[in-house]
């Protein structure tokens, strides 16, 4: 859709203000929902690119997949787009029917051609999350081959690895797997590159919301598509503002200026419980905050200071402080509440035996390292937290705070040398985070295997790969499972990282607002159940 912002109200104009003097307003318009949000990490728009937790949020409301969650079961894979599929008998092969009479927002019709088109797009383009479907084996030479346009309503998905069809499913709900208009992008194109500019800023979906507007670190807008599947949402518009301060964030929202505020601290959600008008929701979040490790850095990558580090970390501290009711104890890579995760905390901070550890290692003291990270909370205290507990170890360490856009080229370019970061599952399968803290066939510079943790942290989880590789081809569950608690307990004990806490999803709401949904995945964020 082409980016013309029409204000239809003054104060809808007041919302998209971004000056440091709020505007004053009662409320906000009855048909419309106002998000204030630290936006820094959202670099693109096009679902063949986006891995990022705000990007992801937007796209999974501008976009539908082959198969996805409802807000009604968050637990339960059912059909988006499809209306029904079938597999062979050798699990091999997908005949899936599309609904029918569905449009896109520029009025096409969605067609398997639309289908075809729009994953062998992120095959061919080949960006970070091209990685997810790319182990159902397609590459850009055989992906035209793999899925096949029978009909207007019928598409043929060949499965060329050893997968599950379980699995299989699980990876087409992937964000990478959306959707996109093929002759409204195809129109768009310039110089053979798929539309990939222009889908950066600009939206060809079929979801229940098209882009209006974006304009980076200010302000999202989103307009309600008239003829989605499902209905017309109830909200006009989406308005999602930059807000980088949770303090501003909170002000906002006591002002009646915004809808929702989605990071503010413990101590803000406490505060509010006072206030009749705002109220403090909480939902199951399936993000991991951990630090990794380079291992091409001469220090990091002994084994000893490895171990230390997760004898140094202030657990207890940082769960009982600035992250209190936001995060909590979790050392395993897949979240707890889903299938086949691990739950044991094994470390707790120890100072004398991380002491002990680095003695071990032969480091000499005033040792000199940098930590990466994100220039919002909490992510500064963690890594204020981190610096302190290194400098006890004799360690001195600077903290580098950069927004999402600077962060993550700089870690998928090998450039950090420990980084305080952040993962969420892509797909509900446990596979999904295996493949990025277990899973590395390549650790060669040229392999450039962004989407994978491992690579990034230059680990090549020698035997780990292999039982990755082994744990998505088993089909008994109860085998998948064992194999999985395995591998969370190996990357536990002797990886990259260091993984310390999961996500409890907080925000504020004003008091009229209802059906805002969240889950666990960073794509489960549903505007068009929402009503005031």
């Known amino acids: 859709m082409k980016l013309t912002p029409t204000l239809k109200s003054a104060s809808l104009a007041a919302l998209l203000a971004t000056s440091a003097a709020f505007p004053v307003a009662a409320e906000t318009p009855a048909d419309t929902f106002v998000i204030a949000r630290n936006t820094a990490d959202a670099i693109t728009l096009d679902p063949a690119e986006t891995f990022e937790f705000t990007g992801g949020r937007i796209v999974a409301n501008l976009y539908e997949r082959l198969f996805q969650f409802e807000p009604d079961n968050l637990t339960k ?3 988006g787009i499809a209306e029904s599929y079938t597999f062979s008998e050798d699990g091999k092969k997908i005949t899936v029917k599309l609904r029918p009479g569905q449009t896109f927002h520029s009025g096409n019709p969605l067609t398997s051609a639309d289908v075809v088109y729009s994953l062998g797009r992120a095959i061919k383009l080949d960006k970070t999350p091209a990685f997810i479907i790319k182990q159902i084996g397609w590459t850009p030479e055989n992906v035209d081959e793999a899925i096949v346009a029978i009909d207007d309503t019928t598409v043929e998905i060949n499965i060329l690895s050893d997968l599950s069809p379980a699995l299989v499913l699980n990876l ?10 093929m002759k409204e992008v195809q129109a768009h194109e310039v110089d053979g590159d798929m539309g990939y500019a222009w889908l950066k800023d600009h939206s060809a979906g079929s979801g229940p919301y098209k882009l209006k507007t974006w304009k980076a670190n200010e302000v999202v807008m989103l307009e309600a598509f008239d003829d989605y599947r499902q209905g017309k949402p109830a909200m006009e518009r989406v308005v999602i503002r930059h807000v980088a301060e949770p303090s501003a964030q909170r002000l906002l929202l006591e002002k009646g200026d915004v809808d929702a505020a989605m990071e503010l601290t413990a101590d803000q959600l406490k505060a509010i419980s006072d206030n009749t008008d705002v109220s403090a929701e909480s939902y199951p979040k399936g993000y991991l905050m951990y630090l990794a490790t380079n291992m091409e850095h001469p220090v990091l990558s002994k084994p000893e200071v490895r171990e230390a580090l997760k004898y140094m970390v202030d657990y207890d501290g940082m769960v009982g402080s600035f992250l209190d009711g936001q995060y ?40 000199k390292i940098t930590i990466d990270t994100l220039n919002k909370s909490p992510f500064s205290e963690v890594a204020q937290s981190v610096q302190a507990s290194l400098k006890e170890l004799g360690i001195d360490s600077e903290i580098i705070l950069s927004d999402g856009a600077t962060l993550w080229p700089k870690y998928r370019a090998r450039k950090h040398d420990l980084i305080v970061a952040r993962w969420g599952p892509d797909y509900s399968d446990p596979h999904s985070n295996a493949d990025a803290f277990a899973h590395n066939p390549d650790n060669a510079l040229e392999a450039k295997l962004t989407g994978k943790l ?25 085998v998948r499972e064992e194999i999985y608690a395995k591998l969370q307990k190996m990357v536990q004990e002797d990886s990259a990282f ?21 889950g666990v995945t960073s794509d489960q964020a549903y505007y068009r159940t929402v009503t005031k």
Do not use: C
């Open 454 to 478: 491992t690579w990034r942290n230059a680990w090549p989880a020698e035997g780990l790969t292999e039982l990755t590789d082994q744990a998505a081809a088993e089909s008994d569950p109860e």
């Open 172 to 181: 087409l709900s992937a964000g990478v797997a959306n959707i996109v208009d």
């Open 328 to 367: 909590k104890i979790h050392q395993n890579f897949w979240p707890s509440g889903m299938w086949a995760a691990a739950t044991d905390t094994p470390y707790s901070q120890n100072m004398e035996k991380a002491k002990a550890l680095i003695a071990d290692a032969g480091l000499e003291p005033g040792t």
């Open 77 to 79: 894979l059912v059909g």
């Open 498 to 518: 260091t993984i310390m806490f999961q996500a409890i999803g907080t925000f504020g709401q004003r008091a009229n607002v209802e059906g805002f949904v969240n």
